[in-house]
């Protein structure tokens, strides 16, 4: 670490929240990650409680050339933050709705779960992400891919202000006609252009929608999901879906009927009636038998239960890719490595339906990229310690390659995780102007490349 104990002091006397190095009390309980196979291991760490903090940490940072990391719930974390000033955000709690204008603020430690249960209060509702334990803030820089994107789009589409510090240490109130540069790149590049603190979006109207899970066994797998792939050209923009095959271990927190066996898991999110609903999921229903069939008349306020992701850490190594059509051949090939008897290692194989708004450039364009030839995202989640790491990712890799007939060979940013740090590898979320244009613009606002604790855009 390039500082020394003055400057430490110096930077103490200058923050609200803690300021930690390795050994103090305290320094540990600031780093845990959702994904335990990332290890954070900062020279220092601040616990921000306000923007001023914030600064603070920036500008020691760049006045001792130590790069720095953001770390919030840890859901996105992918690049250890050795050696680095780790900014912690989760004390940034601040979560403001104004039910009349429908729009809402959220500092960076919120978390979906706080939001929804405000927001369902008031008949409100925004582009969430599946998993209610991560932020609103770092989920919606990545772009935020959710339960209503279909619909909806991505969250970046509805984020009309964002408070963000630079690698000047300035606090900056950015949007379209304050900064249009910026606020376009920060909207889908993540952490690459600075510390956003606080953020600013539309919300649209919402009270109940109808939607849920239902849980098939492994053996109709084929069946759920070639009828998935013909059922999707049919339905309208309000229905979002996805089908994930899970194989979820024999834990106290997966339901009895579920642990240690293969599952179709079907989930639905529909902004439509539950009469018309229930008519376009009775194909399914007619397949057979489901285990579990959670699918009905549901609040906002439980949209976790669609996906059901879990909410303890748990050590994960994932990955993707995007395709442009699903034919037979290509659900044919995703069954034969990762349905019945494959001996696939995967706890999660998901094929979840793009396009509809997710297609559409929004009426603020970002840098959210990879929209007109997307129709579905694959995702691909294994769960293991360290020496099972290799095997896993190329159990993944393999996957991915036998779906390349198909594959646009470009990736979601936030399905970007620590097998993806490659130099380069950033550049399969973004099209190639976009990518030139971003790299511009981390020339003119980060120059010293302040900001690489993440999928990194280097100018």
């Given at each position: ?5 003055v ?8 923050v ?25 291991t900062?020279a220092?760490?601040?616990?921000a409680?306000n ?39 989760r004390r940034l709690a ?7 204008a ?7 430690g ?27 803030v ?26 963000v510090?630079?690698a ?12 249009p ?18 953020i ?9 929608f ?20 013909e059922?999707v050209?049919t ?12 194989h979820?271990?024999?834990a ?8 240690d ?13 539950p ?14 038998t ?12 439980a ?9 303890d ?5 994932e990955?993707g890719?995007l ?12 069954l ?18 793009m ?26 989640v ?5 020496p ?7 159990y ?6 036998a ?12 399905f970007?995780f620590?097998?993806?740090?490659a130099p ?6 973004y ?20 900001f ?8």
């Amino acid at each position: 670490m390039n500082a020394n104990a003055v400057d430490v002091a110096t930077l103490r006397a200058a923050v609200t929240g803690p300021v930690l190095l390795a050994g103090d009390d305290g320094y540990a309980e600031e780093l845990p990650t959702y994904n335990l196979t990332v290890v954070h291991t900062p020279a220092v760490v601040v616990g921000a409680t306000n923007a001023a903090d914030v600064q603070a940490a920036v500008r020691f940072a760049a006045a001792h050339d130590l790069p720095v990391a953001v770390l919030g719930a840890g859901h996105g974390s992918s690049v250890p933050s050795a050696g680095a000033v780790l900014i912690s955000t989760r004390r940034l709690a601040g979560l403001s709705i104004d039910e009349t204008a429908r729009t809402a603020r959220v500092e960076a430690g919120v978390r979906w779960s706080e939001f929804v249960d405000q927001a369902s209060k008031v008949g409100l509702a925004a582009p969430n992400g599946s998993s209610p334990t991560v932020t609103v803030v770092g989920y919606t820089l990545g772009g935020g891919l959710g339960p209503f994107g279909r619909r909806h789009g991505y969250a970046a589409d509805h984020v009309t202000a964002l408070d963000v510090v630079t690698a000047d240490g300035e606090l900056r109130h950015v949007t379209v006609d304050s900064e249009p540069d910026l606020f376009w790149a920060l909207r889908g590049a993540k952490g690459n252009f600075g510390v956003v603190v606080a953020i600013e979006f539309t919300l649209f109207p919402l009270v109940a929608f109808y939607g849920g899970g239902i849980f098939f066994p492994g053996e109709l797998a084929a069946d759920v999901l070639h009828l998935f792939r013909e059922w999707v050209k049919t339905v309208p923009e309000e229905m979002s879906a996805s089908v994930g095959l899970l194989h979820l271990p024999p834990a106290p927190f997966v339901p009895e009927p579920l642990r240690d066996r293969l599952v179709a898991h079907l989930r639905i999110t529909y902004l439509g009636g539950p009469a018309d609903g229930a008519v376009m999921v009775a194909p399914f229903r007619e397949l057979g038998t489901p285990i579990i069939d959670a699918v009905g008349p549901l609040p906002y306020s439980a949209i976790a239960s669609v996906h059901s992701d879990p909410v303890d850490p748990l050590p994960l190594y994932e990955h993707g890719t995007l395709l442009r059509d699903l034919p037979a051949e290509a659900v044919d090939e995703f069954l034969r490595l990762a349905g019945p008897g494959s001996g696939s290692p995967l706890v999660l194989a998901e094929i979840r339906h793009m396009g509809g708004a997710l297609s559409r450039a929004p009426q603020l364009p970002n840098a959210v990229g990879n929209r007109d030839d997307t129709l579905f995202n694959v995702f691909l989640v294994a769960a293991g310690g360290p020496p099972d790491a290799a095997a896993l990712h190329a159990y993944e890799q393999q996957v991915v390659d036998a779906l390349a007939p198909w594959s646009t060979g470009r990736r979601y940013l936030n399905f970007l995780f620590a097998g993806d740090t490659a130099p380069g590898t950033a550049t399969l979320a973004y099209a190639p102007e976009s990518w030139e244009r971003l790299v511009g613009l981390k020339r003119r606002y980060d120059p010293q490349n302040l900001f690489r604790i993440n999928h990194n855009i280097v100018g």
